[in-house]
């Protein structure tokens, strides 16, 4: 007979369940480390094959910059001419969409699956995030579950994210929070070429 976490004990069919999730788990985290070892290698048109093999859908023109880190990659959608920054951690426990004309800079987190410290088991909840066409994010910004960041918004450097961000709105700190506008309110810019060897 086996026992859970907390010492309960298991019936077979509990028991049966919770083996082949750590199975799973196992094969997932091998995947995770081989996505992981990819991002060490300095061309663009490999790691997006890996990505792409590994589910990740990426659009035309979009890249990601090298030592990037994935959890679940098949629940990330990344729209066209997007350039995801290196040492980024995209996470895709839940549904994380990110639009067209997106620029993430160096060390961004974005986080769409946290515990719950009110529950007794301490589960973890997950929340879609979304960032929205010609949106920016700032270097070593972190997005938590939940948010949506509207279009044309700035995530200034450092800031955390704990809510939604409306469109073109300039935010900043912790927790974030809007300073301005953005006086741009139809961009139509391209982010142009990834520097190679990134």
């Known amino acids: 007979m086996f026992t859970d976490k907390q010492g309960r004990q298991l019936t077979p069919e509990e028991s049966k ?23 060490y290698v300095p061309i663009h048109s490999f790691r997006r094959m ?6 990740i859908r990426i659009g035309r023109g979009s890249t990601i910059h090298m030592w990037a880190n994935f959890f679940d990659p098949s ?4 729209g066209d001419d ?10 895709g426990r839940g549904p994380l969409t990110i639009g067209s004309h997106v620029a993430v800079a160096s060390s961004v987190m974005i986080y769409n699956s946290q515990h719950d410290i009110d529950d007794p088991n301490f589960t973890a909840v997950s929340l879609p ?5 010609y949106a920016f994010i700032g270097p070593r910004a972190i997005i938590l ?11 200034a450097a450092g800031a955390v994210v704990t809510k ?15 300073m301005r506008e953005r006086m741009v309110k139809n961009p139509q810019y ?7 060897f990134q």
């Open 17 to 39: 369940g919770k083996i082949i999730n750590r199975i799973s788990s196992i094969f997932l985290d091998f995947g995770l480390m081989v996505l992981r070892w990819a991002g």
């Open 50 to 55: 890996c990505y792409r093999s590994a589910g």
């Open 75 to 78: 629940n990330i959608y990344i």
């Open 82 to 91: 997007t350039i995801i920054g290196d040492r980024a951690f995209l996470d």
């Open 129 to 133: 995030v979304v960032i929205e066409d």
């Open 145 to 155: 579950p939940g948010v949506k960041i509207g279009r044309g918004a700035v995530v």
């Open 164 to 178: 939604d961000i409306p469109p073109f709105s300039v935010v900043g700190g912790v927790p974030a929070q809007i």
């Open 190 to 196: 391209k982010l142009g070429r990834a520097r190679l």
